[in-house]
């Protein structure tokens, strides 16, 4: 498959999931601020946004085995340093937390901020590379 439609592709999964992520993160905070509801309903709404995020997650592996062999390894390495990046910073914090008494950082942000180093480890191994088109 070329990068192009494997980009084209990924693009078709990902748009739909984050948007119906963001609507049923907003619905289900809406919900739960406006009406009373019981504590294992507010579990099973809970996970309605996650099921969105696991179907993104899954659309990235997908486009990653998609694409030829040198592309897949400078995702993979970016890959590898949003990893270690999130694990560093969760194994440094955590022990701050517990030795220290740092406030919490939510593990809400795990996700998002793995993709956020993900992003800009591409961006400079790509460039480095000579990768053209803008392509993730």
Request: hydrophobic letters at 55%; proline letters at 5%.
């Amino acid at each position: 498959m070329t990068q192009k439609r494997a980009h084209r592709r990924y693009m078709k999964l990902f748009v739909p999931a984050m948007a119906m992520y963001v609507l049923s993160i907003i619905g289900v905070s809406l919900a739960k601020k406006n009406a009373t509801m019981p504590e294992p309903l507010l579990y099973g709404l809970a996970f309605v946004p996650a099921i969105f995020i696991l179907i993104w997650i899954w659309g990235h592996m997908r486009y990653i085995t998609e694409l030829d062999e040198y592309l897949r390894g400078l995702q993979v390495r970016a890959v590898l340093i949003g990893m270690a990046a999130i694990m560093a910073f969760a194994t440094v914090w955590g022990l701050l937390e517990e030795l220290a008494a740092a406030p919490a950082v939510p593990i809400f942000f795990i996700v998002p901020s793995f993709y956020f180093v993900y992003g800009l480890a591409y961006l400079i191994i790509g460039k480095r590379a000579g990768v053209k088109g803008g392509y993730l």
